[in-house]
């Protein structure tokens, strides 16, 4: 049922939640009772000034009969349908009960919204947890001294020929390991135990430089501008507040590095005239270009307009670089999704993967996937070379077709009888 169809659902919802009885409104607003009946059970279709006077009747906007619920609480509830499993008629009728259950269909799509935070919420917190660097340096440390500390104990307890100078040694070394368990203590309590209305930090040099990055806009007019990379890397580097760590500042030069090259190679300007040309299409623009997929799909990322994404892996199937786009996960710490085309473009040094695909998650958006991998470094006899992937991220037009299913890391996905799973996922059932 279109949604035009459903003005007199809304009309006798509104009156109902006005404590109007049918015969008094259709008295007020000039016709009869038998009439507005009708109307209300969408057998007349209705307008004009008809409208005009229900509406002012009802004190409410001639919209909100016409048009009823937003596009937004719609979706919500096709999303709360999809993730119930609901099939048949029923699925298709978001915007009748939405029409003629306003009420109750704010409620449930708050509690669908809600559901949705509380899992992004546990999936962050589990992925923390499991790969979170400072926590898991935390807790060697606090392993590793207390083991030291058992140890040492252990040869005071069960030798009692110990000459009194090493007696004493002993006795120092547990006072100086049980003062950095108590300091390793207190650190991971005030870390675990942080203001959680505070700035965020970042726990990891990959979280500085993607820090880094954003404050920036992942564009460098220097860069841009052909000035000398050596000295605007440096430049810009020191000057980052968001890089504190050496192994930041080392991947952070590695890609302005980066960026620089692809700069002199292909400037924005041409990139854009291209795209202007002949469309958005990366294997044509390389074409037209006579650039490598690669360099192109790095650029196509630069352009602000063009709203993509980037993910970029080396050989190793490690993530060395992320440019987020809304409603793509990819996970800070530990593996990616194997079903990305970025892996199968990994595996097919020289070709372009294409592909559609949607992450598995509350907002099941769709993607444009472009994926290429080059060689990297100077070759050499006997050495296979190194490799790196590139992944652009591009929105895919809304009901745009069939896309694949991915998700984003085997802990948080749930689809149970996926063959590339690696470990179960704390969303299915039984973990």
Not at 142 to 157: C, E, G, M, P
Request: aromatic letters at 4%; a negative charge; hydrophobic letters at 45%.
């Amino acid at each position: 049922m279109v949604r035009e169809a459903l003005t007199g659902s809304r009309i006798r919802e509104r009156r109902v939640m006005a404590g109007q009885k049918q015969a008094n409104l259709a008295r007020q607003i000039g016709i009869s009772a038998s009439y507005l009946n009708l109307i209300e059970h969408n057998r007349r279709r209705i307008g004009g000034k008809l409208l005009l006077n229900i509406a002012a009747a009802l004190g409410v906007e001639p919209q909100a009969l016409t048009e009823g619920a937003e596009a937004a609480l719609i979706a919500t509830l096709r999303e709360a349908a999809m993730d119930a499993g609901l099939t048949g008629p029923d699925a298709s009728r978001a915007d009748e009960f939405a029409g003629r259950f306003p009420g109750w269909a704010d409620v449930l799509a708050g509690t669908r919204r809600r559901i949705a935070a509380l899992e992004q919420t546990v999936e962050a917190l589990t992925d923390r947890l499991a790969h979170d660097p400072h926590l898991a340096a935390s807790m060697h440390e606090l392993l590793t001294t207390a083991a030291a500390i058992r140890s040492t104990a252990s040869i005071l307890a069960e030798t009692k020929t110990l000459q009194p100078e090493w007696r004493d040694r002993f006795h120092a070394n547990i006072n100086e390991d049980s003062r950095r368990l108590s300091d390793s203590a207190q650190a991971l309590v005030a870390y675990l135990d942080s203001n959680p209305e505070a700035p965020e930090t970042a726990s990891s040099p990959q979280e500085e430089v993607e820090a880094f990055l954003t404050a920036h806009g992942f564009h460098f007019d220097a860069l841009e501008n052909g000035d000398d990379v050596a000295e605007v890397v440096e430049a810009v580097v020191m000057q980052a507040p968001q890089l504190q760590s050496l192994a930041a500042q080392h991947i952070a030069r590695a890609v302005l590095h980066q960026v620089g090259r692809d700069a002199a190679r292909l400037s924005i300007s041409d990139l854009r005239a291209a795209v202007a040309e002949v469309g958005s299409d990366p294997v044509t623009l390389a074409r037209k270009l006579r650039q490598p997929v690669v360099r192109v799909l790095r650029r196509l990322a630069a352009l602000p307009e063009h709203g993509a994404g980037l993910v970029v892996c080396d050989r190793s199937g490690t993530v060395i670089f992320r440019k987020s786009i809304e409603a793509f996960t990819v996970p800070r710490h530990g593996a990616c999704c194997p079903l990305w085309p970025l892996f199968a473009a990994l595996g097919q040094h020289g070709a372009v993967v294409a592909g559609r695909v949607s992450q598995m998650g509350p907002a099941q958006a769709q993607f444009d996937c472009f994926a290429a991998s080059e060689a990297i470094g100077t070759p050499s006899y006997n050495t296979p070379p190194l490799v790196q992937a590139v992944m652009l991220l591009v929105p895919a037009p809304t009901d745009s077709g069939a896309a694949q299913l991915v998700g984003s890391t085997c802990r948080i996905c749930p689809h149970d009888d996926c063959g590339a799973r690696r470990e179960p996922s704390i969303l299915a059932k039984g973990v």
